[in-house]
């Protein structure tokens, strides 16, 4: 059968048009699915940790639970004891401040100024007042002592003392020489004690050079 060729013409547009049509339904087809593909592993993935939180909040409390049984079937008489023991070990914690708070009390006790005092009895008598207030105090060695009387030391201070059993005002000299014990000891703070007073100059002189000047009684809260 002959057709004109204006017919063969249109067959072929028609033809043509419709596997473009086919094809892009394809490719659309297609993308959908990929999206799928790529959406629903998430979905999954969040469903599996909403899951597995689930899991974890109904295991805690389910320990909790387990405990306040345990408890609950614990014997009373095994609670008392355990009570019992714990009163006891705070008592004897008390008991040992109380004993150890007496034992600093009557040493303080002893410790008590005297007149017939020798100059390195009155040394140590110092020093034990600073130990009295938590100082690791030691008198020095009278051979090489660089006009040190006491060296102590608590946390990371470092103490050094010159002690003065003096019947008149101490003066300059004593300010001068703990001064140059500082700097050779390398301490924080220095120190010059003594049972009497100081001069005008040495307080003017001790301000200058940072040198702390005190009575003994002044010791056992310093």
Known sequence: ??????????????????????VTIFIVIANMKNRRNTIAPKKRNLE????????VTHLNIEQKRLEEVRRSKEPEEQRRIKKLKESIRSMGREEQ???EEGKRQRRVKKLSFGKDMTPYEYEIF???LL???DWDSTTTSKSNDQRIDII????????????????????????????SGKGF????EAIV??????????KKLAGRLNIKLMHHDQLSSY
């Open 48 to 55: 599996e940790q909403s899951i597995h939180q689930t899991h």
């Open 97 to 99: 401040k109380r004993l």
């Open 1 to 22: 059968m002959y057709y004109p060729p204006e017919i063969n013409y249109a067959t072929a547009i028609g033809k043509g048009l419709g596997t473009a049509i086919a």
């Open 185 to 188: 000891e390398n301490a924080d």
């Open 126 to 128: 110092c020093s034990e």
């Open 193 to 202: 004690v003594t049972n009497n007073s100081f001069t005008r100059s040495a």
């Open 131 to 133: 130990s009295n207030n």
């Open 152 to 179: 102590a030391r608590k946390d990371t201070r470092v103490l050094v003392v010159q002690c003065k059993l003096y019947s008149s005002p101490v003066g300059n000299k004593a300010v001068q020489e703990i001064y």
